[in-house]
T-cell receptor, first 114, second 122 residues
Framework: AQSVTQLDSQVPVFEEAPVELRCNYSSSVSVYLFWYVQYPNQGLQLLLKYLSGSTLVKGINGFEAEFNKSQTSFHLRKPSVHISDTAEYFCAVSDRFGNEKLTFGTGTRLTIIP | DAGVIQSPRHEVTEMGQEVTLRCKPISGHNSLFWYRQTMMRGLELLIYFNNNVPIDDSGMPEDRFSAKMPNASFSTLKIQPSEPRDSAVYFC????????????????????FGPGTRLTVL
Protein backbone atom coordinates (compact mmCIF):
# COMPACT_ATOMS: atom_id res chain seq x y z
CA ALA A 1 0.00 0.00 0.00
CA GLN A 2 1.07 3.55 -0.63
CA SER A 3 0.60 6.76 1.30
CA VAL A 4 1.14 10.42 0.49
CA THR A 5 1.98 13.20 2.91
CA GLN A 6 1.51 16.85 2.10
CA LEU A 7 2.94 18.57 5.14
CA ASP A 8 1.59 22.03 4.40
CA SER A 9 -2.18 22.40 4.47
CA GLN A 10 -1.98 26.09 3.54
CA VAL A 11 0.73 28.12 1.81
CA PRO A 12 0.40 31.91 1.39
CA VAL A 13 2.76 33.45 -1.17
CA PHE A 14 3.15 36.95 -2.54
CA GLU A 15 2.47 37.42 -6.23
CA GLU A 16 5.57 36.92 -8.42
CA ALA A 17 7.40 35.12 -5.61
CA PRO A 18 8.58 31.50 -5.99
CA VAL A 19 6.70 28.66 -4.34
CA GLU A 20 7.40 25.06 -3.39
CA LEU A 21 4.65 22.66 -2.33
CA ARG A 22 6.00 19.59 -0.59
CA CYS A 23 4.99 15.99 -1.19
CA ASN A 24 6.46 12.86 0.33
CA TYR A 25 5.28 9.35 -0.40
CA SER A 26 5.68 5.91 1.07
CA SER A 27 5.56 2.72 -0.97
CA SER A 28 7.13 -0.72 -0.98
CA VAL A 29 7.16 -0.78 -4.79
CA SER A 30 8.06 1.58 -7.61
CA VAL A 31 5.49 4.28 -8.19
CA TYR A 32 4.03 6.75 -10.61
CA LEU A 33 3.56 10.26 -9.21
CA PHE A 34 1.08 12.99 -10.08
CA TRP A 35 0.19 16.54 -9.14
CA TYR A 36 -3.39 17.69 -9.64
CA VAL A 37 -4.85 21.18 -9.20
CA GLN A 38 -8.39 21.99 -8.14
CA TYR A 39 -9.69 25.51 -8.78
CA PRO A 40 -12.67 26.67 -6.68
CA ASN A 41 -15.85 24.74 -7.45
CA GLN A 42 -14.18 22.67 -10.16
CA GLY A 43 -12.91 19.13 -10.64
CA LEU A 44 -9.29 18.08 -10.47
CA GLN A 45 -6.99 18.81 -13.40
CA LEU A 46 -3.64 17.16 -14.05
CA LEU A 47 -0.66 19.50 -13.67
CA LEU A 48 2.12 17.01 -14.34
CA LYS A 49 3.15 13.41 -13.85
CA TYR A 50 6.25 11.31 -13.42
CA LEU A 51 6.19 7.87 -14.99
CA SER A 52 9.86 7.25 -15.84
CA GLY A 53 12.90 8.92 -17.34
CA SER A 54 14.10 12.38 -16.36
CA THR A 55 13.43 13.14 -12.72
CA LEU A 56 12.59 16.77 -13.51
CA VAL A 57 9.10 16.97 -14.91
CA LYS A 58 7.56 20.06 -16.46
CA GLY A 59 3.83 20.60 -16.45
CA ILE A 60 1.24 23.15 -17.40
CA ASN A 61 1.08 26.76 -16.21
CA GLY A 62 4.83 26.94 -15.55
CA PHE A 63 4.91 24.32 -12.82
CA GLU A 64 7.59 21.67 -12.48
CA ALA A 65 8.36 18.88 -10.03
CA GLU A 66 11.38 16.79 -9.23
CA PHE A 67 11.25 13.14 -8.32
CA ASN A 68 13.78 12.24 -5.63
CA LYS A 69 13.80 8.51 -5.03
CA SER A 70 16.23 8.58 -2.11
CA GLN A 71 14.13 11.12 -0.25
CA THR A 72 10.82 9.69 -1.54
CA SER A 73 9.73 13.16 -2.48
CA PHE A 74 8.00 14.83 -5.41
CA HIS A 75 7.94 18.55 -4.59
CA LEU A 76 6.10 20.98 -6.87
CA ARG A 77 7.70 24.31 -7.75
CA LYS A 78 7.00 27.47 -9.68
CA PRO A 79 9.52 30.31 -9.97
CA SER A 80 6.96 33.12 -10.06
CA VAL A 81 3.32 32.72 -9.06
CA HIS A 82 0.30 34.59 -10.33
CA ILE A 83 -3.06 35.37 -8.76
CA SER A 84 -4.61 32.75 -11.03
CA ASP A 85 -2.55 30.03 -9.30
CA THR A 86 -4.78 30.31 -6.24
CA ALA A 87 -6.14 26.78 -5.87
CA GLU A 88 -5.83 23.51 -3.98
CA TYR A 89 -3.00 21.22 -5.06
CA PHE A 90 -3.04 17.47 -4.60
CA CYS A 91 -0.14 15.05 -4.83
CA ALA A 92 -1.03 11.46 -5.77
CA VAL A 93 0.72 8.13 -6.21
CA SER A 94 -0.05 4.83 -7.89
CA ASP A 95 2.08 1.73 -8.09
CA ARG A 96 3.71 0.50 -11.28
CA PHE A 97 2.36 -2.99 -11.23
CA GLY A 98 -1.11 -2.73 -12.69
CA ASN A 99 -2.81 -1.24 -9.64
CA GLU A 100 -4.95 1.53 -10.99
CA LYS A 101 -5.77 3.12 -7.66
CA LEU A 102 -4.52 6.61 -7.02
CA THR A 103 -3.77 7.52 -3.43
CA PHE A 104 -4.14 11.25 -2.83
CA GLY A 105 -2.57 13.49 -0.25
CA THR A 106 -4.73 15.78 1.85
CA GLY A 107 -4.03 18.77 -0.37
CA THR A 108 -2.27 22.12 -0.02
CA ARG A 109 -4.23 25.32 -0.40
CA LEU A 110 -2.10 27.89 -2.23
CA THR A 111 -3.15 31.48 -1.64
CA ILE A 112 -1.53 34.23 -3.69
CA ILE A 113 -1.26 37.58 -1.96
CA PRO A 114 -1.37 40.62 -4.29
CA ASP B 1 -13.96 15.47 -26.56
CA ALA B 2 -16.35 16.88 -23.95
CA GLY B 3 -14.45 15.33 -21.08
CA VAL B 4 -16.04 13.41 -18.23
CA ILE B 5 -19.68 14.41 -17.84
CA GLN B 6 -21.49 14.25 -14.53
CA SER B 7 -25.11 14.94 -13.69
CA PRO B 8 -26.65 16.53 -11.85
CA ARG B 9 -24.15 19.24 -10.87
CA HIS B 10 -26.07 19.98 -7.69
CA GLU B 11 -28.51 17.84 -5.76
CA VAL B 12 -30.43 18.76 -2.63
CA THR B 13 -32.52 16.07 -1.05
CA GLU B 14 -34.05 15.10 2.25
CA MET B 15 -32.80 12.41 4.55
CA GLY B 16 -34.14 9.00 3.60
CA GLN B 17 -34.55 9.74 -0.08
CA GLU B 18 -32.79 7.84 -2.83
CA VAL B 19 -30.09 9.71 -4.75
CA THR B 20 -28.61 8.69 -8.10
CA LEU B 21 -25.49 10.32 -9.50
CA ARG B 22 -24.54 9.78 -13.11
CA CYS B 23 -21.29 9.73 -15.03
CA LYS B 24 -20.30 9.48 -18.67
CA PRO B 25 -16.57 8.75 -19.07
CA ILE B 26 -14.38 9.94 -21.90
CA SER B 27 -14.96 7.86 -25.00
CA GLY B 28 -12.36 5.10 -25.31
CA HIS B 29 -11.42 5.08 -21.64
CA ASN B 30 -11.83 1.70 -20.00
CA SER B 31 -11.41 2.58 -16.33
CA LEU B 32 -13.86 4.60 -14.25
CA PHE B 33 -13.49 5.86 -10.71
CA TRP B 34 -15.93 7.33 -8.16
CA TYR B 35 -14.49 9.65 -5.48
CA ARG B 36 -16.00 11.56 -2.59
CA GLN B 37 -14.55 14.83 -1.30
CA THR B 38 -15.31 16.32 2.11
CA MET B 39 -13.55 18.83 4.29
CA MET B 40 -13.06 16.27 7.03
CA ARG B 41 -11.84 13.29 5.02
CA GLY B 42 -10.41 14.87 1.87
CA LEU B 43 -10.57 12.92 -1.40
CA GLU B 44 -11.57 9.27 -1.00
CA LEU B 45 -11.81 6.60 -3.67
CA LEU B 46 -15.14 4.81 -3.34
CA ILE B 47 -15.01 2.29 -6.17
CA TYR B 48 -13.42 1.74 -9.54
CA PHE B 49 -14.30 -0.25 -12.63
CA ASN B 50 -12.13 -1.66 -15.38
CA ASN B 51 -13.83 -2.75 -18.61
CA ASN B 52 -17.21 -2.30 -16.85
CA VAL B 53 -16.28 -4.71 -14.05
CA PRO B 54 -15.98 -3.49 -10.45
CA ILE B 55 -12.39 -4.08 -9.38
CA ASP B 56 -12.23 -2.57 -5.91
CA ASP B 57 -15.17 -1.36 -3.87
CA SER B 58 -13.39 -1.32 -0.54
CA GLY B 59 -13.93 2.41 -0.26
CA MET B 60 -17.72 2.21 -0.41
CA PRO B 61 -18.77 3.39 3.05
CA GLU B 62 -21.67 1.01 3.65
CA ASP B 63 -24.46 -0.97 2.05
CA ARG B 64 -26.45 2.17 1.40
CA PHE B 65 -24.02 2.92 -1.41
CA SER B 66 -24.04 1.01 -4.69
CA ALA B 67 -22.46 1.60 -8.09
CA LYS B 68 -23.08 0.13 -11.50
CA MET B 69 -21.52 0.35 -14.92
CA PRO B 70 -23.91 -1.27 -17.39
CA ASN B 71 -21.81 -0.27 -20.40
CA ALA B 72 -18.60 1.51 -21.32
CA SER B 73 -20.24 4.92 -21.56
CA PHE B 74 -22.31 5.14 -18.40
CA SER B 75 -22.05 4.62 -14.66
CA THR B 76 -24.27 5.41 -11.67
CA LEU B 77 -23.63 5.83 -7.98
CA LYS B 78 -26.73 5.34 -5.86
CA ILE B 79 -27.31 6.16 -2.21
CA GLN B 80 -30.40 4.65 -0.63
CA PRO B 81 -31.44 5.84 1.89
CA SER B 82 -29.44 9.06 2.01
CA GLU B 83 -28.24 10.63 5.27
CA PRO B 84 -26.94 14.12 6.11
CA ARG B 85 -23.41 12.73 6.55
CA ASP B 86 -23.43 11.77 2.87
CA SER B 87 -23.28 15.46 1.97
CA ALA B 88 -20.15 15.92 -0.11
CA VAL B 89 -18.87 16.53 -3.63
CA TYR B 90 -18.80 13.32 -5.65
CA PHE B 91 -16.35 13.11 -8.53
CA CYS B 92 -16.18 10.68 -11.39
CA UNK B 93 -12.90 10.13 -13.26
CA UNK B 94 -11.86 7.98 -16.20
CA UNK B 95 -8.60 6.74 -17.65
CA UNK B 96 -7.23 4.35 -20.21
CA UNK B 97 -4.65 1.61 -19.88
CA UNK B 98 -1.25 2.02 -21.39
CA UNK B 99 1.61 -0.36 -21.89
CA UNK B 100 4.85 1.07 -20.59
CA UNK B 101 7.85 0.11 -22.63
CA UNK B 102 9.54 -1.31 -19.54
CA UNK B 103 6.63 -3.50 -18.54
CA UNK B 104 4.86 -6.50 -19.97
CA UNK B 105 1.44 -5.60 -18.59
CA UNK B 106 -0.75 -2.54 -18.90
CA UNK B 107 -0.92 0.11 -16.25
CA UNK B 108 -2.98 3.22 -15.85
CA UNK B 109 -2.23 6.67 -17.05
CA UNK B 110 -3.78 9.99 -16.14
CA UNK B 111 -7.21 10.06 -14.55
CA UNK B 112 -9.45 12.77 -15.99
CA PHE B 113 -11.97 14.16 -13.56
CA GLY B 114 -15.48 15.40 -14.12
CA PRO B 115 -16.77 18.66 -12.60
CA GLY B 116 -18.38 16.84 -9.68
CA THR B 117 -21.85 16.63 -8.15
CA ARG B 118 -22.41 18.63 -4.99
CA LEU B 119 -24.83 16.62 -2.83
CA THR B 120 -26.62 18.14 0.13
CA VAL B 121 -28.77 15.90 2.29
CA LEU B 122 -31.01 17.82 4.67
Amino acid sequence: AQSVTQLDSQVPVFEEAPVELRCNYSSSVSVYLFWYVQYPNQGLQLLLKYLSGSTLVKGINGFEAEFNKSQTSFHLRKPSVHISDTAEYFCAVSDRFGNEKLTFGTGTRLTIIP
Amino acid sequence: DAGVIQSPRHEVTEMGQEVTLRCKPISGHNSLFWYRQTMMRGLELLIYFNNNVPIDDSGMPEDRFSAKMPNASFSTLKIQPSEPRDSAVYFCASSSDFLASSQNHPSTDTQYFGPGTRLTVL
